[in-house]
């Protein structure tokens, strides 16, 4: 199927959040097993790989910042009022304030800027878990970037993530004071919580 027909969802956060796992567990819970998926370097060059997800799990997911510095597509489908819908979801290799002396981190944050002004929707997730820590993954000025980017701009929502982890309920608990016009929806790869609401988020706005 030609994905340039269909319709675009970016995940889109800082590094560590935990986008990559969510990616691939969500793929996993729509009832994949063996994904292809397509990296899109910064160059806009294209390679495709086909994974079993429990392999791409243990290659793409790190606890070190910007593993991979591609944009990854899969093709999936949702339930929609009447049958199924296809989408392409994509996750980005993440956001920082201000610039970074890597030359590859810098051309993978503008390719990750470019396919924000491009795609039909924005799953924006922030770790819940840390928010209340000094740590890299705190609320940010980028945060508070791409949601004022995105929230009037396309079909948006806030991923609330880790839920798993004890310290995460007041993390979401002030994303939900901080952001009071947005959809949060708290989601965990560990446990799924939150991914159907996430399929019903994505297939009401396919
Ligand atoms: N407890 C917990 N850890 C998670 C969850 N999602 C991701 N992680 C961990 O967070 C780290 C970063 O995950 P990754 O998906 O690579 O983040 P990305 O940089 O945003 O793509 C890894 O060590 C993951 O195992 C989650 O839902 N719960
Ligand atoms: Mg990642």
Excluded: W
Excluded at 19 to 39: E, I, R
Excluded at 142 to 150: G, T
Excluded at 165 to 185: A, D, F, H, M, V
């Amino acid at each position: 199927m030609d994905g340039d027909n269909m319709k675009h969802c970016l995940i889109v956060g800082k590094p560590n959040v935990g986008k990559t796992s969510f990616f691939l567990n969500f793929a996993s819970y729509l009832g994949v097993y063996t994904c292809k998926l397509t990296f899109r370097d910064n160059r806009g060059e294209i390679i495709q790989k086909e994974y079993l997800i429990d392999i791409a799990k243990k290659n793409l997911i790190s606890s070190s910042p910007f593993k991979t510095m591609d944009i990854i597509e899969i093709n999936l489908s949702v339930p929609v009022y009447k049958g199924m819908q296809s989408f392409v979801l994509l996750d980005s290799s993440g956001l920082i304030d201000g610039t970074s002396d890597s030359h590859d981190i810098r051309s993978s944050m503008t390719a990750t800027i470019k396919a924000l002004q491009n795609t039909d929707m924005v799953l924006h997730m922030m770790d819940a878990s840390s928010i209340f820590s000094k740590e890299i993954n705190s609320i940010s000025l980028i945060d508070d970037q791409i949601n004022k980017y995105c929230r009037c701009k396309s079909l948006y929502c806030i991923l609330a993530s880790k839920m798993d982890k004890e310290e995460s309920e007041r993390g979401y608990q002030l994303l939900k004071n901080k952001y009071p016009t947005s959809y949060i929806i708290p989601v965990s790869s560990v446990s799924e919580r939150g991914f159907k609401e996430v399929k019903f988020f994505v297939g009401r706005n396919l």
